[in-house]
């Protein structure tokens, strides 16, 4: 698609939007596979002064209701199938509830060529000469929603705004100097933050070629490489690790790659440090949250150890620093401890959650990430670990208290938790310790047909089932994760 055709389709969209009786701030969710078509409505909602609201295409029906729920969308925008079966049911499911908030369902069939407005084929589409009337979102307003897991279930939404990402994109052209002749491959969802700045934002703000991977495989990604020359490559830790564990790699030309942005989790030095000199290109990294955008960053020009050893040098315009002791009572530029931020790439908290903005938010308006960091004399940073109970599968945050909360409904099962179990890909599995009912069994394939029935989301889904005649508990009578991880993985390995 030519920018001209984006430009447009953007605006059908946008009028078509404002047609419909949706005035500015109106919040409209969008739930799609990663396509043009995406990128085309979250335009034409800025443009309309809608709040789109970003919706994964690998959400289920209880999590997709519960996210229009709390944004108050009225309007779902969907292609024709969600999965695999139609959009048009899909809505009934999810608005079957009569206090449903949504309304109306609008199916985008092609690249804006066609409109489906609650089952109705619109057969006279309203003149887009009216674009020019259109109220826009200025770069300081709530632009998007867009989902990331919270530590107590239910996704949160953290509202965007697109004066973030032009400031980002800033940071971005200084760590590779990335100009308009640039071709850029985005392999991760368009919907979260690493998604939106090298899709949506940076690639537009120069006019550089964008690909989209309508669905990540390795054969695609790497045939995309070669076929589209890309010189920037934005995927997590786990699909350039997949990469390279595949024969795959062989066989595609991928000189044009100068630059691979990557992090989402933990990147393993050895492996990036392979992926350089196999492909030629060096491997970047911010380090982050959805939240906050990045607090530090890696440059072409870092040294391999700087680049491959840390999260890169502390951006001085988010004023970071760390809190030495667990009563936060001290902080400092350097040392060892939980990081915080105040600055121009931080979103403004979550949408309609007062309790989760007080726990994001310090009194003074610093936003808290949930890892710990060193950050050394020179300004570096490296990330020790994590202080949030998630696990990170693929560079996706999973929470755990959401895990099991859907493995307790089971009734077989009396006690459960999740953690992460060690993985050479995906850095992070979802395990389960569970704990059974007197005189009950259970496998890993009951709990997926029995989640797969309650219609969950598949990132809950456990991969690894660990059946115990006890969880260790602490003095609080909470499960004590750091002993159960110990009793699981004595040598932090995932053994059976």
Not at 56 to 62: C, I, L, Q, W
Not at 272 to 293: I, P, T
Request: with cysteine.
């Amino acid at each position: 698609m030519s920018w001209l055709s984006y430009h447009e389709a953007a605006n059908r969209l946008a009028v078509l939007l404002v047609h419909l009786g949706y005035r500015r701030g109106d919040m409209v969710a969008v739930l799609m596979p990663d396509s043009l078509e995406t990128h085309i409505a979250f335009l034409a909602c800025e443009r309309a002064g809608l709040v789109a609201v970003a919706i994964t295409p690998r959400a289920g029906v209880e999590e997709i209701r519960h996210i229009s729920s709390i944004s108050d969308a009225r309007c779902l925008i969907t292609k024709t199938e969600y999965r695999a079966f139609a959009a048009g049911e899909l809505f009934k499911e999810i608005t079957r509830n009569p206090d449903a908030k949504l309304k109306q369902h609008i199916i985008i069939d092609g690249p804006a060529e066609r409109y489906v407005v609650d089952g109705e084929i619109l057969e006279n589409l309203p003149s887009t000469n009216d674009a020019a009337g259109l109220p826009g979102t200025a770069p300081d307003e709530i632009f998007l929603l867009n989902t990331t897991s919270g530590t107590t279930g239910m996704p949160k939404c953290v509202k965007q705004h697109q004066a973030r990402w032009f400031a980002y994109a800033e940071y971005v052209h200084d760590a590779c100097g990335a100009t308009d002749k640039d071709v850029f491959m985005r392999a991760i969802p368009s919907s979260v933050g690493f998604g939106l700045w090298s899709g949506h934002f940076t690639p537009t703000l120069l006019g550089a070629t964008t690909v989209i991977l309508p669905g990540f495989t390795v054969e695609r990604m790497l045939a995309g490489i070669e076929n589209h020359k890309v010189s920037v490559l934005a995927a997590v830790s786990t699909q350039f690790l997949m990469a390279l564990n595949s024969d795959a790699i062989e066989k595609y030309d991928l000189s044009s790659l100068a630059v691979l942005f990557t992090g989402g989790e933990a990147v393993p030095f050895a492996k990036a440090a392979e992926f350089e000199d196999r492909v030629g290109a060096k491997v970047l990294q911010f380090y982050g949250s959805n939240e906050c955008g990045a607090i530090s960053y890696t440059k072409c020009s870092d040294t391999r150890e700087r680049r491959l050893n840390t999260a890169g040098h502390v951006i001085q315009a988010m004023d970071v620093s760390v809190i030495l002791d667990s009563a936060g009572n001290s902080s400092a530029r350097t040392g060892l401890g939980q990081p915080l931020c105040r600055g121009p790439l931080m979103s403004f908290g979550y949408y309609n959650d007062e309790q989760g903005n007080s726990r994001l938010f310090s009194e003074e308006g610093f936003m808290l990430l949930e890892d710990k960091v060193e950050i050394d004399q020179f300004g570096y940073l490296r990330v020790i670990g994590r202080i949030g109970d998630f696990i990170i599968r693929g560079g996706k945050n999973i929470s755990a208290v959401a895990v099991e909360n859907y493995a307790l409904k089971h009734p077989a099962v009396k006690l459960a938790a999740a953690l992460p179990v060690p993985d050479p890909v995906y850095g992070e599995r979802v395990g389960l310790a569970v704990v059974l009912e007197e005189g009950a069994s259970l496998d890993l394939g009951d709990v997926v047909s029995f989640l797969l029935e309650q219609e969950i989301s598949k990132s809950y889904f456990p991969e690894k089932l660990f059946v115990l005649n006890e969880i260790p508990m602490g003095s609080g009578g909470k499960v004590a994760k750091h002993e159960l991880r110990r009793k699981l993985f004595p040598d932090g390995d995932a053994t059976e």
